[in-house]
C-alpha cells in the first residue's frame, strides 16, 4: 500500500492566548490561540486568540500567523515567507499546506 504524503494531524488546541495585562497568572487569558505573533527582531514572540489580537494590532510587531503545530515548540523557527513556524527537518511546507487542508472525516 502506497501512503500519499498527507503530513501530520497535530493538535494545537493545548496552546493558549498569552496576552496577561500585569503579567500575572490570574490575568492571562488561557483562551486557545489563534495566531502566533513576533514582537521583535530577536523574536520575542507570543500567542493570541482572535480577541487579543485585535488590541496587540494597536502595537507595532514584526510578523504574525496562525497557529500551527510547530509553533512555540523548542527548535522551531519562524518562516516569513510561509507565515509559519517549522522545526527543520521534521516539517516540509509540503506537509504544512496538506495538514491544513486534510479533511477531519472520511466521507
Request: with cysteine.
Amino acid at each position: 500500500m502506497i501512503t500519499p504524503p498527507l503530513g501530520r494531524i497535530l493538535d494545537t488546541s493545548r496552546q493558549r492566548c498569552t496576552f496577561s495585562p500585569g503579567d500575572t497568572d490570574e490575568a492571562t487569558c488561557k483562551t486557545p490561540a489563534s495566531w502566533h505573533v513576533a514582537w521583535s527582531a530577536d523574536m520575542e514572540n507570543g500567542l493570541a486568540c482572535d480577541e487579543h489580537m485585535a488590541v496587540a494590532q494597536q502595537y507595532a510587531y514584526l510578523d504574525r500567523h496562525q497557529v500551527g503545530g510547530d509553533c512555540s515548540m523548542p527548535g522551531s523557527s519562524w518562516d516569513f515567507d510561509r507565515k509559519r513556524c517549522f522545526i527543520d527537518g521534521c516539517s516540509s511546507p509540503e506537509s504544512a499546506v496538506a495538514e491544513q487542508s486534510m479533511p477531519l472525516e472520511a466521507s
